[in-house]
């Protein structure tokens, strides 16, 4: 069955870098898009954006603008999601999730298990 | 930006309709999506495109999508719904959440 797997949990220090991979088995990778969404310990999801994986077409949360990065590699059916000049307030729960193609509709139905980034000196 | 909103909590009796709204601006000209998150877990896609179930999810979830609020509807109720719930949909290329519900069944 469809399913992603995400990299382990990281520990940054502040103004670092993470970068977080998501791979993807069991469905064909360039159907879809991949989304990235985070959690805050005790918060609510927030979308971060998202890559059409057949042709790299990103969106991105204004927000996250100019300082996260989403590529793919379709030949190992994964996604990568850069964030830079980590803060404190970037400590999170990060998902990546499978998205329809159709950015309109929005449907995440494939989520990973998650990658705890911690952001601590 | 656009913003939806959801109440924080909501309360329900075993074997009752349980209803979350989620408002926001013209929300009816959207896709509406919902997500169920359980403590610890992913969260898991219950209703999208307003009013569609993906496979696996159980009947008794249904939600629509009219003016300016979307409804997930949870009928017959069960222990097992209790979760935090997301309402999302995208607008201006981007993607918007609720701040989420929390229900309760007791």
């Known amino acids: 069955q469809a399913q992603l797997v995400q990299s382990g949990a990281e520990v940054k220090k502040p103004g670092a870098s993470v970068k977080v991979f998501c791979r993807a088995s069991?469905?064909?990778?360039?159907?879809?898009?991949v989304t990235w969404v985070r959690q805050a310990p005790g918060q609510g999801l927030e979308w971060m954006g998202w890559?059409?994986?057949?042709?790299?077409?990103?969106d991105c949360a204004r927000k996250f603008q100019g300082r996260v990065t989403m590529t793919t590699d379709t030949s190992m059916s994964t996604a990568y999601m850069e964030l830079r000049s980590l803060g404190s307030d970037d400590t999170a729960l990060y998902y990546c999730?499978?998205?329809?193609?159709?950015?309109?509709?929005?449907?995440?139905?494939?989520w990973g298990q998650g990658t705890m980034v911690t952001v601590s000196s | 930006s656009y913003e939806l909103t959801q109440p924080p909590s909501v309360s329900v009796s075993p074997g009752q309709t349980a209803s979350i709204t989620c408002s926001g601006d013209?929300?009816?000209?959207?896709?509406a999506s919902w997500y169920q998150q359980k403590p610890g877990q992913s969260p898991v896609l219950v209703i999208y495109?307003?009013?569609k179930r993906p496979s696996g999810v159980p009947e008794r979830f249904s939600g629509s999508n009219s003016g300016n609020t979307a409804t997930l509807t949870i009928s017959g109720t069960q222990a097992m719904d209790e979760a935090d719930y997301y309402c999302?949909?995208?607008?201006?290329?981007?993607?918007?959440f609720g701040g989420g519900t929390k229900l309760t069944v007791l």
């Open positions: 999730a499978r998205a329809d193609i159709v950015a309109t509709i929005a449907a995440f139905d494939i």
């Open positions: 069991g469905y064909t990778f360039t159907d879809y898009g």
């Open positions: 890559i059409i994986a057949y042709n790299g077409h990103t």
């Open positions: 013209k929300l009816g000209d959207k896709y």
């Open positions: 495109q307003n009013t």
């Open positions: 999302q949909a995208w607008d201006s290329s981007s993607v918007v």
